[in-house]
């Protein structure tokens, strides 16, 4: 039998191989962008959620016949896979409007590409008691047109139990992100994102199976000897590809903790197991920390940098970062524009800053390997 | 005496040119620039074989070597990396202890940095993957205007109306060049633009990185008197410049080699 270890890397290297084989012994999947499509919503009819990823080592040949080569590579690489077929197994396509690419993501890929069943959320901006009504309406919309497409009834109780399996599954990323607290780390930046990105395309009860497997592996490796590296916070976007973690790990650091899209933004918080399931997840689903939503201001600056920050604060905190490093898939206006606040804030806490945009692509690494270098030097 | 000399190289293999120096000490006593060609490893072998002839030593008599640059990576020499920036702020910490901020126009990126008093760096930036704030846009207009690198600078002094370019973007201003051309604007004026459109850039990089005096500029964008001149008068000071201002990084890494030597040897001496 292969090591927990060993088929972490084999999902993670072939993506969407275990959702093709799911498919062929009937199972429903459905590709979804972002991290406010529920997952449990998408289980409790019986199907597999499947979160659509890009290929940063793969050049966009395709797409920019199609769509302006000036608009997020992460959307245009996944994309390009979809024209070349490669998320031909999708039975359905599910889009929010996230932010505006993915929004406008939607139509070229229904328009080009159409699943079997297709549907946008409408994600309200400003967060809010009205804005998770709104959400929960477009929720129950979700569930109303995937009740039509597959020609069956949800069933509560399903999605009740949906929620306490996607809670455990939290549970269980939270439990091995805590073996990155020590000096060094249980575990590395390196192999939490090659965890990540391998459950991300395969049923909740199977990564967890595989979590529990992995920790009992990491957990009776020798331990290391304390080597003072600096320790690394990462915020930013998209990265399913191991490669810019990885170039910092051995550029001389540890990647300890992360705000990012693929890492904590998605699974961090339970959801609260209300009477109504669909309560608590339209309030949990809304109120994660994409860049893209904005909190109500409140009175003074440091109040409000407080208020929007504050859990980046803990994270960093908790995890002892020495620095933070904002990673950002280019053109991501939502995080660009929401840099310089969080860099402030950060530099408050006397966390140094470095800002790199790069093209989604492997290929771009070896140019920022000088950033990171002089970033370490500096923490160093 | 030679024998009880200690001796420290610094290898900066930079993407226009690659670069060495050799300390006797903390006194440069040998230094080389050849262009960086097809084949880093084997310029990076032959400058140095050529600047420790120059030192008359020999590679084992190294006490310390550190390599820098882009080209690092493909060094053939076993010696530890340290990144240019580092490199840089060390160079004119030493060559200007009263250095605050590091301006470094390359053949591939700027980079602006805030140093401390000891010569580390405080914060830095990058300009993107953008040929406008590099030395490459002077080159590309350069070879369009058919003047020589090293008459750049003094040929831009001459300039009494520069041209304005409506774009930030090198690919553009090489065909905005072209027109100007076509509309009978000189060579010089041509030239004073670009140094403008540089210096605008650069003071943007310098107020994102907080800039303190003193500036100094170094880098191949060094050795173009023209921006130098272009910079201070974006930022209304006056910009310090080494005498051999390509040099700088990889002086500044024969420096953190002795540096690094003697951390490791707490006794030792030079």
């Not at chain 1, 933070?324 to 408050?348: H, K, M, Q």
């Amino acid at each position: 039998m292969m090591t927990a270890s060993e088929q972490v890397e084999k999902l993670y290297v072939e993506r969407g191989k275990r959702a093709r084989e799911l498919r062929k012994k009937g199972k429903k999947i459905i590709g979804y962008f972002c991290c406010f499509v529920p997952d449990e919503i998408i289980t409790a009819f019986d199907m597999v959620p499947y979160r659509i990823q890009g290929s940063q080592s793969e050049p966009i040949d395709q797409a920019d016949a199609y769509i302006e080569p000036m608009a997020c590579p992460f959307a245009r690489s996944s994309f390009n896979l979809a024209l070349k077929g490669r998320y031909d197994f999708l039975d359905g396509f599910v889009a929010p409007h996230s932010c505006d690419t993915i929004e406008r993501m939607y139509h070229i890929w229904l328009h080009n590409k159409p699943s079997s069943f297709n549907h946008l959320i409408n994600v309200p901006h400003m967060l809010g008691s009205g804005s998770t009504s709104f959400y929960r309406s477009e929720l129950a919309y979700f569930i109303k047109s995937l009740e039509d497409w597959s020609g069956r009834k949800l069933d509560p109780d399903r999605l009740k139990d949906a929620v306490r399996l996607y809670n455990r599954r939290r549970a269980l990323l939270r439990e091995l992100y805590e073996l990155r607290k020590t000096d060094p780390p249980q575990v590395s930046g390196t192999e939490i994102t090659r965890v990540l990105v391998a459950g991300m395309g395969i049923p909740a009860e199977e990564h967890i199976a595989l979590l529990e497997r992995y920790m009992k592996e990491i957990k009776v490796r020798p331990v290391p000897k304390a080597d003072k590296l600096p320790r690394i916070f990462i915020w930013g976007n998209e990265i399913d590809d191991i490669a810019f973690i990885n170039l910092v790990e051995e550029s001389g650091a540890q990647v300890v903790m992360d705000d990012l899209c693929t890492g904590t933004r998605f699974f961090w918080d339970d959801v609260p197991e209300t009477k109504d399931p669909l309560d608590g997840i339209a309030a949990r689903y809304l109120n994660i920390h994409c860049p893209r939503s904005n909190v109500p201001q409140m009175e003074t600056r440091e109040k409000d940098l407080g208020n929007r920050y504050g859990y980046i604060g803990q994270f960093v905190k908790d995890w002892g970062a020495d620095g933070a490093i904002f990673y950002i898939v280019r053109y991501c206006d939502t995080c660009e524009l929401e840099g310089p606040d969080l860099r402030e804030y950060l530099n408050s806490m006397n966390i140094p800053v470095l800002m790199v945009e790069d093209d989604y692509s492997t290929s771009t690494i070896g140019q920022l390997r000088t950033r990171v270098q002089a970033f370490l030097e500096m923490l160093g | 005496m030679s024998g009880t000399h200690r001796y420290y190289a610094g290898l900066d293999m930079g993407s226009a040119s690659i670069k060495a120096a050799v300390l006797s000490g903390h006194r440069l006593i040998a230094s080389e620039i050849v262009a960086s060609g097809g084949k880093y490893s084997d310029t990076a072998r032959k400058i140095m074989g050529g600047v420790l002839a120059k030192a008359g030593i020999s590679e084992d008599r190294l006490d310390g070597m550190i390599i820098t640059g882009l080209g690092a990576e493909s060094a053939p020499f076993d010696a530890p990396q340290v990144s240019d920036i580092s490199c840089h702020a060390m160079g004119c910490h030493c060559l200007f202890p009263s250095t605050r901020t590091v301006i470094d126009i390359g053949g591939q990126f700027t980079k602006v940095a805030r140093i401390t008093p000891q010569g580390r760096i405080a914060d830095f930036l990058m300009s993107e993957k953008c040929a406008t704030g590099s030395g490459r846009f002077l080159q590309v207009i350069a070879r369009i205007l058919q003047v020589k690198l090293e008459d750049i600078g003094p040929l831009s002094m001459t300039s009494k109306h520069p041209v304005e370019f409506s774009t930030n973007c090198a690919v553009f201003a090489e065909s905005e060049t072209v027109s100007r051309i076509a509309e009978g604007a000189k060579a010089a004026d041509i030239l004073a633009g670009v140094h403008h459109a540089m210096a605008a850039k650069v003071a943007m990089l310098l107020k994102r990185v907080k800039m303190e005096p003193d500036v100094v500029l170094t880098g191949g964008g060094g050795e173009d008197e023209g921006l130098a001149l272009a910079i201070g008068d974006a930022l209304s000071l006056k910009i310090l410049v080494p005498d051999k201002p390509r040099l700088t990084a990889a002086f500044g890494a024969a420096y953190l080699a002795r540096e690094q030597h003697f951390r490791s040897h707490e006794n030792h001496s030079d």
